[in-house]
């Protein structure tokens, strides 16, 4: 069993940054974020496996986010800098347990935060 808990999310004007924390109980072979907006799907934002060599991002992120890890602390960051109003959502933290190619599918992952709301405005 693993247990994943967000943190990090509010409120920020359109242009600036906020850093998205996801602490996990239990080894892992990935974990990703993913984001849902009101009356949207949730959709994929990026990915990192547990080497941390390999990282993900959907087209709308790329180059504004980026995805790291502390394994020493178990913990996976989301850095958002340039932040626009379309990227206000619930963000959850997901993790896998088993082997996948990108983990940018939402049945690539196993585990599940509650998930940290973001708020930009314009």
């Known amino acids: 069993q693993v247990q994943l808990v967000e943190s990090g999310g509010g409120f920020v004007q359109a242009g600036g940054s906020l850093r998205l924390s996801c602490a996990a109980s239990?080894?892992?072979?990935?974990i990703g974020w993913f984001r849902q907006a009101p009356e949207k799907e949730r959709e994929f934002v990026a990915s990192?496996?547990?080497?941390?060599?390999?990282?993900y991002y959907s087209d709308s992120v790329k180059g504004r986010f980026t995805i790291s890890r502390d394994n020493a602390k178990n913990t996976v960051y989301l850095q958002m800098n340039t932040l626009k109003p379309e990227d206000t959502a619930v963000y959850y933290c997901a993790a896998s347990i088993y082997l996948s190619d990108t983990y940018s599918h939402e049945n690539d992952m196993n585990y599940w935060g509650k998930g940290t709301l973001v708020t930009v405005s314009s």
């Open positions: 990192i496996r547990q080497s941390g060599l390999k990282t």
């Open positions: 239990g080894r892992t072979l990935a």
